[in-house]
């Protein structure tokens, strides 16, 4: 089955966001000031059951799905995240099982508990090597070597190679490129460059705070010269880089300047049930009514497919000063990236 949008797009990938709470505040997704104490997180019993993660992602798999990614807020802060791994591991159709983690509770059992569910991928975040920096970006002061700790966990537990994902931010990390690149060379986890993004309407994005891909490659290839490589897929949202003298590889995700939206197939789940078919999204398509109301697979399919049918979403191509300032767009934290 091959389910495309108004722009000729496949169904292809669903990001599943499984909690919209997180044990980390960055400044970029969460920022403190914004999502104190008291922010009113989703309660319990409007988080879809992993039972109905399930049967929606078997209709997601009817209707061409094939990837899933496991996201939050902090996936991990959700109990028992590898029961639904592998609930979700022998669904028909489905090849590809990944999660994005900021890796602060990601401990050897844990790495290994997934993969043995069936977890084929991980990404963990990290933006900076030095503590001060990194503390004052995750906003909870949380130590790096506890997320370096847990990039080996992740690589010992057989979900090599490890994605590492640091948004740069000028003013904030940026001082911090060439470390980071320096510390993965030669490890075979695969370090990505994110530039800071207008996502929410939280984070106090400003045009002259994203350091461009076009300059953190030249940064990197001053000191290591690096080569573009093949996509491993198509819509792959990384770029891949490689390092000349065989140093390994680099991505580099460039949604401001380099935007992708024309190969995007990513369709997103938030954690009560709502679909939306754009990470800057406004408003998202209830689900969890027509599961909890009776609804046959029949219906929820027709649902799930008249939605994608008449996507037109290509945010990040039309971005101005504009859209980026006035725009309301669900918050990172709440849909998972
Ligand atoms: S901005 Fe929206 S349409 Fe474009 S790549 Fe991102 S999620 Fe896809």
Same mark, same amino acid.
């Given at each position: 089955m091959n389910t495309r949008d108004e722009l000729g797009r496949a169904l292809h990938d669903l990001r599943i966001s499984v909690t919209?709470?997180?044990?980390?505040?960055?400044?970029? $997704?969460?920022p403190r000031e914004l999502f104190g104490a008291d922010h009113a997180f989703l309660p319990r019993a409007s988080l879809l059951s992993f039972d109905e993660i399930a049967r /929606?992602?078997? /209709?997601? =798999?009817g209707l061409g799905v094939r990837k899933l990614r496991l996201t939050g807020g902090e996936p991990l802060v959700r109990r028992d995240l590898g029961q639904l791994v592998a609930m979700l591991a022998p669904t028909h159709g489905i090849e590809d099982i990944s999660l994005t983690t900021n890796g602060s509770l990601l401990s050897r059992e844990k790495a290994e508990r997934l993969r043995k569910a069936g977890l084929k991928r991980i990404t963990i975040s990290l933006d900076a090597l030095d503590d001060a920096t990194f503390k004052a970006m995750n906003g909870v002061g949380f130590p790096v070597a506890k997320v370096l700790a847990a990039i080996d966990h992740a690589a010992a537990a057989g979900l090599a190679p490890v994605k590492v994902n640091m948004v740069v931010r000028r003013g904030a990390n940026d001082q911090a490129i060439e470390a980071m690149a320096e510390h993965f060379r030669g490890t075979g986890q695969i370090l990505r460059f994110i530039e800071f993004m207008d996502v929410g309407t939280t984070n106090g994005w400003r045009l002259d705070e994203v350091v461009t891909a076009k300059e953190i490659l030249a940064r990197i290839d001053a000191r290591w010269p690096i080569e573009q490589a093949p996509p491993n897929y198509p819509g792959e949202v990384a770029v891949r880089w490689r390092y000349r003298d065989g140093g390994g590889e680099i991505g580099v995700i460039a949604s401001v300047t380099r935007p992708f $939206?024309?190969?995007c197939t990513r369709a997103r789940l938030s954690a009560e049930g709502r679909l939306y078919t754009c990470l800057f999204a406004a408003t998202g398509a209830d689900l969890r009514g027509m599961l909890r109301g009776g609804a046959s697979d029949e219906?929820?399919?027709?649902? /799930?497919? =008249? &939605?994608?049918? &008449?996507?037109?979403?290509r945010y990040s191509e039309l971005r101005t000063a504009a859209t980026a300032a006035g725009r309301k767009k669900i918050e990172m934290s709440y849909i998972g990236g």
């Open positions: 919209d709470r997180c044990n980390f505040r960055c400044t970029y $997704c969460m /929606l992602t078997r /209709l997601f =798999a $939206c024309g190969g219906a929820i399919t027709g649902k /799930l497919a =008249a &939605v994608w049918h &008449v996507r037109r979403d």
